[in-house]
């Protein structure tokens, strides 16, 4: 599923944002990545789909080996890859089904199937009542299910989420993870950067800990671990 090999990200300054990354997670797991700020969380999550390239060292998603993928490939891999991002990049002009709907339109799905799968998503993340609503129309909650719908309207085999409940007030903050373990439960593999001691230590994952850019603690059904 996602296979790291000695991992490494080194910037121009010389400085290692990634030193000797190797983990493996299989399908349908479900992990948690945490650690203090600036330790290499976001650069580990967008080696996954390859908005950043290592300096060194290999990754497998899906089977792809991503350092020897032809450019024409990406686009294909990165379909099987669904992102949730903290501030919701949703596009502000678009409804809510036109959010969705266009990250189908993008690999040239027909109209038929956009307009049935993305009223399918929008009713698993209860949205579908606000489908012709614009993206200020909506609460932070409702928007970040926005994105979520986004994310698994293609139906990926990975969600990664940087932050997803990192701008929502606890109440919400506990909605989106019931949805991400729907969603997990369905068979997607989640792997989710946070800095959220409660849901992590009160929902019990795979836990991995990175510190200056290595992997330093590797828990199934781990804690949290810091204080904030």
Do not use: C
């Not at 293609?154 to 506990?174: C, F, H, R």
């Amino acid at each position: 599923m996602i296979e790291m090999q000695d991992v490494w990200k080194t910037y121009p300054d010389g400085s290692h944002a990634l030193q000797g990354i190797s983990v493996k997670v299989d399908q349908s797991e479900f992990v948690y990545v945490v650690g203090p700020s600036g330790a290499g969380k976001s650069t580990f999550m967008k080696m996954i789909y390859r908005e950043e390239r290592p300096t060194k060292g290999t990754i497998f998603v899906n089977g792809f080996n991503l350092e020897k993928l032809k450019q024409r490939k990406i686009p294909y891999v990165r379909r099987n890859i669904g992102v949730i991002f903290q501030d919701f990049r949703l596009l502000p002009k678009l409804t809510v089904f036109e959010n969705v709907a266009f990250a189908m339109e993008v690999i040239e799905a027909p109209k038929k199937v956009i307009k049935k799968r993305t009223l399918e998503v929008l009713e698993l993340v209860r949205l579908k009542d606000k489908a012709n609503s614009l993206p200020t129309q909506l609460s932070g909650g409702e928007q970040q299910r926005v994105t979520i719908a986004r994310a698994i309207v293609n139906k990926p085999s990975v969600i990664i989420a940087d932050e997803p409940t990192g701008n929502l007030d606890p109440d919400t903050s506990w909605e989106i993870m019931k949805l991400m373990e729907e969603i997990n439960f369905r068979g997607t593999t989640i792997v989710m950067a946070t800095h959220n001691r409660e849901i992590v230590n009160t929902i019990r994952k795979r836990v991995l800990a990175i510190e200056s850019g290595r992997i330093v603690r590797d828990q199934a059904r781990g804690e949290y671990g810091y204080e904030d």
